[in-house]
C-alpha cells in the first residue's frame, strides 16, 4: 500500500467499488510532456526522457546532433497488458560518479568511470497504476539505460511477453550485423548493409553514419533476463525482441528487479568507438568473487585442431585424440615454449551421442589416463585445460556439475573451456518433474545458467571459456573467472568453413563482436592450411597479428607441434606476446578494412602492435607517439615480404630490427590479406 500510495504521489487517490482510481491532479496534468534531460560529463552528448500523448519517449543527442531519434519504450506483461500508455513522469533524481578502478586482467588495467545519472519514475496514469523507474548514465562516448521493477502490489510477479524498446537511428547510416535468432547462433560473417535494410540482428551491432559518427547498439549485465535481437521495424527504426523460452513468456522475475542495461557506444569513428567500449564494463557490478588471482592469463595448445581436420577424432576409437600419449607429447610441447597449459578436448566419455544426453564429465575413456597426465603436466610446470562439451544439454551440465568441477580441481585444472554445440533453440533442460524442455542460447535459462557455471567454477577456482556461450555483456567484471568466449566465427571456420573466414573478418570483429569482450578466436595457423590442404586466405603475419587485434586472456596456439617446428621465426612471436594489458589502443582502422591495436604489456614497459587488412593491399603509417618519450625501443617486425598476400606467397614474412622513438612513424605495407606484428621494447 506504501508503494501505492508513493507511485500516486500526487494524484487524487479515490477507492470505489474494490478499485483504485486515481485522477490526475492539476500538477500533474501540467508535466505532460515535460522533458528531463541529462548529459554526459563535458556535456554533448544528452539523453532526453519525455512521453508523447502518454507513451515514454527517448531522444539522444550529441552536441546538439540527433543521434536517436524520438523512441518509445514499453514492455507486454503476460496477464496486464501493455505498460507503456498513460504514462506520467515523476521526479527525477540525479547524480554522478567520477572514479576509475582495476581490472585483475583485462585490456586496461584501469578502467575510467564517468558518467552522470538521472532515475526517472514512470506511472501509469490508469487505474493499475504501475511504476516502472528508467535509470540512465551518461558517460562522454555512450550511455546505458535500464528498468528497474520496484516492489509493488500491482506487479509482483513479473512476466514479459516482450520489451518494446526502440532505437531509431538518425541520420542515414550503414550497419555491420550479424543475424539473430538463426539456427548457428552467433558465428555468421558479418553483413554490410544500410541500416534500413537490416533485418533482425545480435548486438553489438555497428553503424556509421554519413558524416562518420559510429554508433554501437548492445546491452550490459545480462543477468536473468532473456538477450534482446535487434529487430528493424521500418526505416531506421528498431526494437528489442527478445530471445524465447521454453515458456509462453520471454522473461519471469519477481519484483523488485532491474533489466540489462541497453547501451549505446558513439565514436567519432572506429578507434573511437573501440576506446568507448569500456562502458559496457562500467556498467556492469564491481567484482563479487574477491581474490582472482587463481585466474592466470596465459597461452595454451591443445588437443584440438587436428580434430577440427578430421586427422583425428574426439570420441573414442581408431583415431582419437585425446590419448594419453598424445596428450604427452602436448605437454612436452607446452614446456618446451613456455606455454601455460594443454587444452584437452574428447577425453571423457559421451562424445556426439544425441543432444549429449550421454556425456559423463568425470569419466575417462579407456585410453586416457586423467592421473597420469595432471602428475605429467605438474612435474613440467604445464596446467591442464579442462573441456565440458554439452552438446546443449545444459540440464544434464547443471546435474553433474558439481561432481564435474571437483573431479578438474582435483587434477589441477584452473581453466574448463565449455561448449554447447546445437542449433539455437537446442539447449535442452529438465523441469523437476522431467519434462524435456528446450531453450535458446540467448534466453532467460540460459543467462543464468552461465552465471551459475560462473559461481560454482569458482568456488572450485576455476576460469571458464565458453564456447556457444550466450553474448557477452561485460559480465567478467563481477565474475573476473568468466575469461573469455566464443559467440563468433572463429579459426575452426578455417579447417571446414564454406567459406573460410574472409580478410575482412577479424578487421570487422574488432568494431563489432570485439566491443562486448574477449574472444577466443584460436588464432595462429601457421600452417595456414585447413581440412584437405584447403588455403586459409591469410599471410603468415597476419596470423600474428591476430595476437594483438583480437583481444583473449586465453589466448591458443592453435596449430600441430610439428606445424610450428616448421615456422621459428612464427612461433617466435607467438611465445613472446603477452595475454595481459596495462592499456590498449586502436592506432588506426575502419570497419571491415583495416586496423592496427597497440597495446602495452601489464605492469611492462614493452608495447605489442598487430596490423591487419582486408583482401586489399595497404600502406600504415604507425605514429609511435604513444611510447614513452625521450627513450629508444627495440622495433622488432614480423611482416608481410614482397610477393606476399593471398594472391601470392602466402609464407612470404620478413622479420627485422630497427631502433626507433616517439618521434617516428613507421611505413608498413600489408599484403593482401595480410598485416604485422610488432614488439616494441625499450632499450635501457
Ligand atoms: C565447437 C567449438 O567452437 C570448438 O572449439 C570445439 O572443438 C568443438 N565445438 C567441440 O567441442
Redesign the pocket.
Known amino acids: 500500500m506504501t508503494e501505492f500510495l508513493v507511485a500516486c504521489r500526487c494524484w487524487t487517490v479515490l477507492l470505489a467499488a474494490g478499485l483504485f482510481l486515481c485522477f490526475p491532479s492539476a500538477d500533474a496534468l501540467a508535466r505532460e510532456d515535460t522533458t528531463l534531460r541529462q548529459c554526459s560529463p563535458d556535456g554533448r552528448l544528452c539523453f532526453a526522457l519525455t512521453t508523447v500523448a502518454g507513451v515514454p519517449t527517448y531522444s539522444v543527442d550529441r552536441g546538439g546532433v540527433p543521434v536517436i531519434d524520438p523512441s518509445t519504450l514499453g514492455f507486454m506483461l503476460r496477464g496486464a497488458g501493455k505498460w507503456g500508455g498513460a504514462i506520467e513522469l515523476g521526479d527525477a533524481v540525479r547524480s554522478s560518479v567520477d572514479d576509475s578502478w582495476e581490472q585483475p586482467w583485462g585490456e586496461n588495467r584501469l578502467v575510467v568511470n564517468r558518467y552522470r545519472e538521472m532515475r526517472v519514475p514512470m506511472v501509469e496514469r490508469r487505474a493499475t497504476l504501475r511504476e516502472i523507474r528508467l535509470v540512465v548514465r551518461v558517460f562522454d562516448q555512450g550511455l546505458g539505460f535500464r528498468f528497474e521493477f520496484p516492489a509493488q502490489d500491482q506487479l509482483v510477479d513479473v512476466t514479459i511477453d516482450e520489451e518494446l524498446t526502440e532505437f531509431a537511428i538518425a541520420g542515414e547510416a550503414e550497419a555491420w550485423w550479424i543475424p539473430g535468432g538463426e539456427s548457428n547462433r552467433y558465428e555468421y560473417l558479418y553483413s554490410r548493409t544500410a541500416a534500413k535494410e537490416v533485418g533482425t540482428a545480435h548486438t553489438p551491432i555497428t553503424f556509421r553514419r554519413a558524416d562518420g559518427l559510429h554508433l554501437a547498439i548492445h546491452e550490459a549485465a545480462l543477468v536473468d533476463y532473456s538477450a534482446f535481437w535487434l529487430q528493424r521495424i521500418e526505416g531506421q527504426r528498431f526494437r528489442t525482441r527478445l530471445a524465447p523460452s521454453s515458456q509462453p513468456w520471454k522473461v519471469r522475475r519477481e519484483a523488485p528487479f532491474a533489466t540489462p542495461w541497453r547501451t549505446l557506444l558513439v565514436g567519432k569513428d572506429a578507434p573511437a568507438l573501440y576506446a568507448a567500449s569500456d562502458i559496457i564494463l562500467n556498467l556492469n557490478e564491481p567484482n563479487r568473487l574477491g581474490d582472482v588471482s587463481w585466474v592466470k592469463p596465459h597461452k595454451y595448445v591443445g588437443i ?1 585442431w587436428a ?2 581436420l578430421d586427422e583425428w577424432s ?1 570420441n573414442s576409437g581408431p583415431k582419437h585424440g585425446a590419448t594419453t600419449a598424445n596428450v604427452l607429447e602436448y605437454i612436452d610441447f607446452a614446456a618446451a615454449h613456455g606455454f601455460g597449459s594443454v587444452l584437452i ?1 574428447g577425453w571423457n566419455e559421451g562424445w556426439w551421442s544425441e543432444s549429449g544426453r550421454n556425456f559423463e564429465f568425470a569419466t575417462a575413456y579407456p585410453d586416457f589416463d586423467m592421473e597420469r597426465v595432471a602428475a605429467y603436466a605438474a612435474q613440467k610446470d604445464v596446467a591442464i585445460m579442462g ?1 565440458h ?1 554439452t552438446a546443449g544439454n545444459a540440464g544434464l551440465y547443471e546435474r553433474q556439475l558439481e561432481q564435474a568441477l571437483d573431479y578438474y580441481q582435483r587434477h589441477g585444472v584452473h581453466a574448463v573451456k565449455t ?1 554447447y ?1 546445437a542449433d539455437a533453440g537446442g539447449v535442452l533442460r529438465e523441469d523437476p518433474d522431467g519434462t524435456e524442455q528446450w531453450e535458446y542460447h540467448d534466453g532467460q535459462f540460459m543467462a543464468r545458467h552461465h552465471v551459475l557455471v560462473a559461481q560454482r567454477a569458482a568456488e572450485h577456482r576455476i576460469a571458464i571459456n565458453a ?2 556461450p550466450i553474448k557477452d555483456t561485460g559480465l567478467r567484471r563481477t565474475y573476473p573467472n568468466l575469461v573469455t568466449r ?1 559467440g563468433a566465427r ?1 579459426t ?1 571456420y578455417n579447417a571446414w568453413g564454406e567459406p573460410p573466414n574472409p580478410p575482412e573478418h577479424e578487421p570487422t570483429l574488432l568494431f563489432t563482436r570485439m566491443l562486448s569482450g574477449p574472444f577466443d578466436l ?1 588464432p595462429g595457423i601457421v600452417s595456414l592450411a585447413g581440412r584437405d590442404g584447403r588455403p586459409i586466405p591469410n599471410t603468415l603475419a597476419r596470423q600474428l597479428a591476430h595476437y594483438v587485434v583480437i583481444y583473449s586472456p586465453l589466448q591458443m596456439a592453435a596449430d600441430l607441434p610439428q606445424n610450428y617446428r616448421k615456422r621459428p621465426d612464427a612461433l617466435a612471436f607467438i611465445e613472446r606476446v603477452p595475454v595481459d594489458w596495462e592499456r590498449s589502443r586502436v592506432v588506426a582502422g575502419d570497419i571491415g578494412e583495416s586496423a592496427v591495436v597497440a597495446r602495452q604489456r601489464r605492469h611492462g614497459s614493452d608495447w605489442w602492435l598487430g596490423g591487419v587488412t582486408d583482401d586489399s593491399r595497404r600502406e600504415v603509417a604507425v605514429d609511435l607517439a604513444f611510447l614513452a618519450d625521450g627513450k629508444d625501443y627495440t622495433a622488432e617486425i614480423w611482416r608481410d615480404g614482397p610477393g606476399g598476400g593471398i594472391d601470392g606467397d602466402r609464407f612470404a614474412m620478413l622479420r627485422e630490427t630497427r631502433t626507433v622513438t616517439s618521434r617516428d612513424t613507421l611505413s608498413l605495407t600489408m599484403e593482401a590479406g595480410g598485416g604485422f606484428a610488432m614488439s616494441l621494447t625499450p632499450i635501457d
Open positions: 584440438w580434430m577440427h574426439w578436448e573441456h562439451e561448449g554445440v564456447h556457444e566464443e572463429g575452426e584460436t
